[in-house]
């Protein structure tokens, strides 16, 4: 018997290993940033992959005289550090412009894999980034090049093949430095994220199951715009379907919990939730969601949204209606009321009707499912003040529901309405429904300032008024709703304007508080007309109290993102990237409408993507009026947020080629009693009188106090904003109060003797 043979038995019966060798090394990006997550081939069916750890590193293990070629290989999200902005880099160095300054920077230039740089690279750069390519030529996302090399020529490192791999043959000892440099395909300006690779996907269909089979057939038919989530250790990943029903959803490897987000109670799923999806690398594993009817009933929403109201201008409101019940809607219709000094209306729906300033628009049968939209056109009447604020409201037919509301609801429906009467501000407040069987609180408002709180008990019909003295404030009265009402926790009514021809207007506040438009077949939106304007911005509703943006606890928000092509050229396409904030609730997100036709994608850990593809925006210069555009959205906030809680939002909008537009950042401050409690007669000790003179003011006011004698006194003075603008300590029964340089305007303000409050009320600065 030959020693190599003996050797052998003697290995298997003694149990002897094999002799082993490692090939260790570690994979960065060109800046050294460690990569991690990236799987590493061994090129060996005997030699598994391994994995990079967090540092970057990995080690494979060889058995002696093993031959195998070391390559890394991840297909991770091909957007990930992919913008707009690439694309302006990669085309000014193919023009000669600016060029790349690195050999990476060029090979991650080179997405379609060709070996060049040429315009045919910026086109599917863009075609992903727009979502019209699901992913790069190749299906390569990343690229790794041996550290080691040395490029002949930096400035074209196509010119002669660079090594992507390492081969080892009859390894028989440990083989360190096998390092490698991480390519980005696409990612020219090193912004793609290394700490957790998105190189798995889970996707499915949302279908309507019709025939209750909960299984797809012919006849079933797509859901549209439904959430997806799926969770598990490595985090919480989004997705949402499209006009075919798909959806896509990129994570990390893991296992996870697949659930379908619910549109209302209409609906029901055979599987809500798919525990234990094992989510493996480079894999696309499939969940499907069957939805089934559980009433048939139409479920009509209606939303309004507009870019802006400017003054002696053409403006243009778009309602949006959808149908998200379950049955059709037949002959639909929508009534839109709007505002008074709305002049010269047009339409792209001719209106079946009008009464006053209510136009109704017949919209035919809406199928589960489907949506649709008109503009109407309008100018705002020039004989409006600016800054005052303008109001229309929408209501779409039919509006009832064949789900019975909670037994506990007595069936009361308040309805409070506002108006001007001579010199007094009237408010009415109607029990339209049932006789109410409890009492419930309502809150009367002075732009920010609580002057009333009291509480009523109607029968059905019945109502009751409350009337303030007209004084160019802006008036609120909040009443809270029955208990278990169906659709609304509150009602309001706001007026602004009324005045009394001695103190300015006070406008706005309208938009600082909700709408009472809880119900989904009803929309009211507000905009203060405008002078000048940022032409690319964010606005969050409501605006919030205080120079914080205080609202109360579960306050859902509806952002606008406005954008304006001020270029040179028409803009093709349009890209708003929206990241939402870890403290709202990216499955409640609910489009609202937009100013053209896009597509939304949802994905990652919460980052909203509106297309406008083809959206062919005219230049302001050629078109101003047809140079705008918009998008509006509701989300709700993640339950559980303590009081305090920031949520702050920004959103980033790409023209074509060019690099983002980052919008103002918002902010609301989540909060309760941040308005300032004032009574009616200003007072707050018994037997105190106080005068305030001159007010208005232009600059000089003088405070005076009989029946409390002040040790230590202090008087502030806040904006509307709730901001202090002036403080000063006294003692005695008067002080004085310079107000020079303050701008014109109404403020509030408050007298504390020893930290106790006994007086408050408003100061006119004129």
């Known amino acids: 018997m030959s020693l190599v043979l003996l050797l052998a038995v003697a290995a298997l019966q003694w149990g002897w290993s094999q002799q082993t060798y490692t090939v ?74 600016t060029l790349l300054d690195s050999p990476y920077k060029i090979i991650a230039a080179d997405v379609d894999h060709s070996n060049t740089l040429n315009p045919a690279d910026t086109s599917v750069l863009r075609s992903v980034i727009l979502g019209l390519l699901p992913n790069f030529p190749n299906n390569t996302s990343w690229r790794f090049v041996d550290a080691n090399y040395a490029f002949p ?116 799923p055979c599987t809500a939730s798919v525990p234990n999806i094992v989510a493996a690398l480079q894999t696309a594993t499939t969940v499907d969601f069957a939805e089934q009817a559980v009433e048939n009933c139409a479920a009509m929403e209606v939303e309004l949204s507009t870019w802006f109201l400017r003054r002696c201008f053409a403006n243009s409101y778009m309602v949006n209606y959808c149908n998200q019940g379950t049955e059709t809607a037949a002959d639909a219709s929508v009534e839109v009321t709007l505002d008074p000094y709305f002049i010269n209306v047009g339409s792209t729906l001719p209106w079946a009707s009008v009464n ?67 010199d007094d501000v009237v408010f009415t407040i109607t029990n339209t429904g049932d006789d109410m069987t409890e009492p419930v609180e309502y809150v009367v408002i002075e732009d920010i300032m609580i002057q009333l709180t009291e509480s009523l008990q109607l029968p059905a019909g019945g109502s009751e008024t409350v009337t303030r003295t007209a004084n160019g404030a802006t008036w609120r009265l909040e009443t809270e709703e029955a208990a278990y009402h169906p659709y609304e926790t509150f009602a309001s009514a706001t007026v602004e304007g009324c005045p009394d021809g001695f103190n300015p207007m006070s406008y706005g ?21 405008i002078g000048s304007y940022d032409p690319n911005d964010k606005t969050g509703f409501p605006l919030g109290v205080g120079e914080q943006r205080f609202i109360e606890l579960g306050q859902p928000l509806d952002y606008l993102i406005r954008f304006q092509n001020t270029g040179t050229d028409t803009a093709f396409n349009i890209l708003v990237i929206d990241s939402l904030p870890q403290t709202v609730d990216p499955a409640s997100i609910h489009i609202l409408g937009s100013s053209h036709p896009m597509s ?78 004032v009574s009616a007669a200003q007072t707050l000790v018994k037997g105190l009188e106080m005068e305030v003179f001159p007010n208005p003011t232009q600059a000089i006011a003088n405070f005076r106090f009989k029946g409390h004698d002040l040790k230590e006194g202090q008087l502030t003075l806040f904006d509307q904003y709730g901001q202090s603008v002036r403080q000063m300590a006294f003692v005695g029964n008067a002080c004085q109060l310079d107000g020079s340089g303050l701008a014109s305007g109404v403020y509030f303000f408050k007298v504390e003797d020893a930290g106790m409050g006994i007086a408050s009320g408003k100061l006119i600065v004129k």
């Open 24 to 97: 260790s090394g570690i994979v960065t990006l060109e800046d050294g940033t460690p990569v991690p997550g990236v799987e590493v081939l061994s090129g060996n069916a005997n030699v598994p992959s391994v994995f990079t750890n967090s540092d970057g590193s990995y080690e494979l293990e060889f058995p002696a005289g093993g031959d195998g070629v070391v390559a890394p290989f991840n297909d991770s999200n091909p957007i990930n550090g992919v913008s707009s902005f690439d694309l302006v880099l990669i085309w000014k160095h193919i023009a000669g412009i």
């Open 153 to 268: 020529n930096p400035g074209n490192p196509f010119e002669a093949t660079f090594p992507e791999f390492l081969n080892v043959n009859a390894i028989s000892s440990d083989i360190t430095g096998v390092d490698f440099i991480a390519v980005k395909v696409g990612d020219v300006n090193a912004t793609s994220t290394t700490g957790a690779f998105l190189n798995s996907s889970i996707r499915g269909n949302v279908y309507f199951d019709q025939d209750e089979t909960c299984t797809h057939t012919p006849g079933d038919t797509p859901l549209t715009n439904w959430k997806v989530v799926a969770t598990g250790n490595n985090g919480t990943f989004y997705g949402n379907t499209q006009a075919n029903g798909d959806y896509l959803i990129f994570l990390t490897p893991g296992t996870y919990d697949v659930s379908i987000v619910q549109e209302n109670s209409l609906w029901a």
């Open 356 to 422: 006053g300033n209510a136009y109704t628009f017949n919209v035919g049968d809406v199928e589960p499912g489907e949506c649709g939209y008109f503009y109407i056109h309008f100018e705002v009447d020039c004989n409006a003040e600016l800054g005052q604020t303008h109001c229309t409201s929408a209501h779409v037919y039919p509006d009832s529901s064949c789900v019975e509301p909670n037994a506990l609801w007595s069936g009361a429906d308040l309805l409070v309405s506002g108006e001007c009467v001579g």
């Open 509 to 529: 506040f309208f938009n600082l508080f909700p709408m009472p438009d809880e119900a989904p077949f009803e929309d009211i939106d507000c905009q203060d007309n």
């Open 600 to 677: 939304f994608v949802l994905g990652d850990r919460g980052v909203a993507r509106f297309y406008f593809n083809s959206i062919m925006l005219p230049d302001s210069n050629v078109n101003e009026a047809l140079s705008h555009g918009f998008v509006k959205f509701s989300i709700a906030q993640k339950p559980g947020l303590p009081l305090g809680t920031t949520i702050e939002n920004k959103a980033e909008i790409y023209f074509d080629f060019n690099e983002a537009i980052v919008t103002n950042r918002t902010l609301h401050t989540l909060g309760e009693d941040f308005l300032m409690e």
